[in-house]
């Protein structure tokens, strides 16, 4: 049974930080690439970030320079370090892996102005 647990998130000022965690389990988690998405309200869900199993990284257009993901093998988690985070940055944010059903339940991020 595949899970995927998120934590993390909260309610932040514009400006600040927070990072999330997704933990995976019922998955060979170094073989697989991971995903952070987001929905915000009335809004379509959207990829944030993705990582390989080679550690090769990819981001929206509208988080890069501010968000950066990583992944502890390890662990079998994934993170999302969010820096300078912005009130349109609010939204669920969903650990996933890719091109699968296999979502987390999310964690609320809201940025308060």
């Known amino acids: 049974q595949v899970q995927l647990v998120e934590s993390g998130g909260g309610l932040v000022q514009a400006g600040g930080s927070l990072r999330l965690s997704c933990a995976a389990s019922?998955?060979?988690?170094?073989?697989?690439?991971m995903a952070w998405y987001r929905q915000a309200p009335g809004k379509q869900r959207e990829l944030v970030a993705t990582?390989?199993?080679?550690?090769?990284?990819n981001y929206a257009d509208s988080v890069k320079g501010r968000f950066t993901i990583s992944r502890d093998n390890a662990k079998n988690t994934v993170y999302l370090q969010m820096n300078s985070l912005k009130p349109e940055d609010t939204a669920v944010y969903y650990c996933?892996?890719?091109?699968?059903?296999?979502w987390g339940q999310g964690t609320q991020v809201t940025v308060s102005s």
């Open positions: 996933a892996v890719p091109r699968t059903n296999y």
């Open positions: 019922g998955i060979i988690f170094s073989f697989n690439t």
């Open positions: 990582i390989t199993p080679g550690v090769s990284t």
